[in-house]
């Protein structure tokens, strides 16, 4: 059985104080939650601090991105291990809004796939289709490239150390959540292909592929009542403590 995981992509909001204020707020409100994995994504400047206030709590947290190379001269960049170092567990990576206004190509992607599993931390590869994209009915070839790129080279015995998660770009900040039956029908298929990719179905039974775009407290448990969605990665509705614990606890 996959255990459900909700991750908050904070993106570009909150300063350290305000992290820590989401965070005071926060812990109660999810501390009897047993049965999802939560993981939190602020900021660089906000990692150390979240960490720290989330040692010894069920609540892990994650990077927004991870540079591929573990030390060097790439001026503004940070490594794994550095990551690591910092409590950091997961990392993002290959986020749209990366891919559109940071140049990150499959091939980026999959080195940082790979410098993620090799400094230990669980990548969250996102991958998903512009509405450009669907209506062309190019989603399905769309993310079978994003997932073949961005997981080259990555053999089935990684299955479990990594999470995929499927974001439809016009599904981002806009309101418009995907039907559970479109997500799901996206989900089954990129099951499929990590079990054909690997020649391994129960490789591809164990990798969870969360859903990301408009997940409100609203709309979690449709969603997630699905087969193939195991859990979500919420933009927006992260931000605010009681929402997010909301999602978290769609149960
Ligand atoms: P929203 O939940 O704000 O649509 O953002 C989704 C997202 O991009 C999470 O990574």
């Known amino acids: 059985m996959r255990t459900p995981l909700i991750a908050g992509n904070w993106k570009m909001y909150k300063t350290a104080a305000e992290a820590t204020a989401f965070v005071r707020a926060f812990l109660p409100m999810v501390a009897g939650v047993a049965d999802v994995e939560i993981v939190l994504a602020p900021a660089f400047t906000s990692l150390g601090t979240v960490a720290m206030l989330t040692a010894g709590s069920r609540i892990a947290v994650a990077a927004q991105n991870v540079h591929f ?3 060097g001269a790439f001026t503004g960049e940070v490594s794994a291990r550095m990551l690591r170092e910092a409590g950091v567990t997961h990392a993002i990576v290959g986020h749209s809004e990366r891919r559109q206004y940071f140049a990150e ?16 931390l669980t990548p969250i590869l996102c991958l998903g289709e512009t509405l450009a994209e669907r209506e ?22 990684d299955a479990g150390l990594l999470v995929i998660a499927y ?20 989900h089954a298929l990129l099951r499929a ?11 591809a039974a164990s ?5 990301g775009g408009s997940v409100n407290p609203g ?7 699905q087969p193939d969605i195991d859990g979500g990665l919420v933009g927006g509705a992260s931000l605010k403590p009681d929402s997010f614990a909301e999602i978290v606890k769609f149960r």
């Not at 062309?136 to 015995?157: H, N, S, Y």
Request: net charge negative; hydrophobic share 45%.
């Open 69 to 71: 190379e573990t030390e």
């Open 105 to 120: 190509t499959d091939a980026s992607v999959n080195l940082k796939v790979k410098a993620a599993l090799a400094g230990g």
């Open 136 to 157: 062309a009915d190019q989603t399905f070839t769309v993310v079978e490239r994003q997932l073949r790129g961005g997981l080259a080279g990555i053999p089935a015995t």
């Open 167 to 186: 974001e439809p770009v016009w599904a981002i900040g806009t309101g418009r959540t995907a039907t559970p039956e479109q997500a799901q029908e996206v």
């Open 193 to 203: 292909l990590l079990g054909a990719f690997w020649h391994d179905d129960a490789a």
């Open 207 to 211: 990798v969870r592929i969360l859903y």
């Open 219 to 225: 709309n979690v448990k449709s969603l997630m009542s």
